[in-house]
């Protein structure tokens, strides 16, 4: 199976090229540029396998959460690729992707989302499948949902902009903390491989960006009264 995946959600940009297995990737930070240098990043890959984009069998995106710009541009792209190469489409959530990639079996997989809060969610291996336990959410890191049991890793930007709390909130139930992790393009392509393969893949005008902060300007009343919507 062939796919392209790549993540825009962060400041990182990353991107890869799943052969059967064998995978290249480009992985860089990318700060505001996602959207100038995507397309050129895509063209070198393909180069580099010496493939059309038509030849692949799907395209899967970084869906959310995330960075707003960043999830609209993750998703834009899949689309155009998609539309113009007759290409299905999956999604991925991100903080998924952050639990596919730490090598770990349970895991809370928690991204920075900027204004004071952090996207959250947790998960625990199955075999080669994923078990949600608690499903992606927007919380300040102070007001934490509770997970069961222990030894689980942490994995994200938050655990690094937001360590003390975090780690105060889940210190007896902490194996180990991932720092500098970012969703990765490779554990996309590893968490979408099956469900293209398994017939699941959407049609392009299906792609759509997962949000969880509905809106990211708030008047100064509306912050007295309880922050950002989750």
């Not at 540029?33 to 063209?43: A, E, K, M, W």
């Not at 998924?96 to 090598?103: C, D, G, I, T, V």
Request: hydrophobic fraction near 45%; aromatic fraction near 6%; include cysteine.
């Amino acid at each position: 199976m062939r796919l392209l995946a790549f993540d825009t959600s962060t400041e990182y940009l990353s991107l890869a090229l799943w052969l059967d297995g064998r995978v290249l990737v480009r992985d860089l930070h990318a700060g505001q540029t996602h959207s100038q240098r995507i397309l050129p990043l895509v063209r070198e890959l393909l180069d580099e396998a010496s493939l059309q984009l038509k030849q692949l069998d799907g395209i899967a995106f970084g869906a959310g959460p995330g960075s707003f710009t960043g999830l609209r541009i993750a998703c834009g792209v899949a689309q155009g690729l998609a539309f113009g190469a007759g290409l299905p489409v999956v999604g991925v959530s991100t903080l998924l992707a952050l639990a596919q990639a730490s090598s770990a079996d349970r895991v809370i997989a928690c991204l920075d989302a900027r204004m004071g809060e952090v996207y959250h969610a947790a998960y625990v291996r199955d075999g080669n499948d994923w078990h949600e336990v608690l499903a992606p959410g927007l919380y300040a890191p102070e007001v934490l949902p509770a997970v069961p049991d222990a030894d689980w890793v942490g994995a994200g930007s938050g655990w690094d902009s937001y360590a003390d709390a975090l780690q105060g909130a889940y210190a007896t139930q902490l194996s180990q903390v991932l720092p500098g992790r970012h969703p990765s393009a490779q554990a996309i392509a590893e968490l979408a491989a099956p469900q293209f393969a398994a017939g699941q893949g959407l049609l392009a005008a299906q792609a759509a960006p997962l949000y969880i902060r509905n809106k990211v300007a708030l008047k100064t009343s509306e912050r007295l009264q309880g922050g950002l919507p989750k």
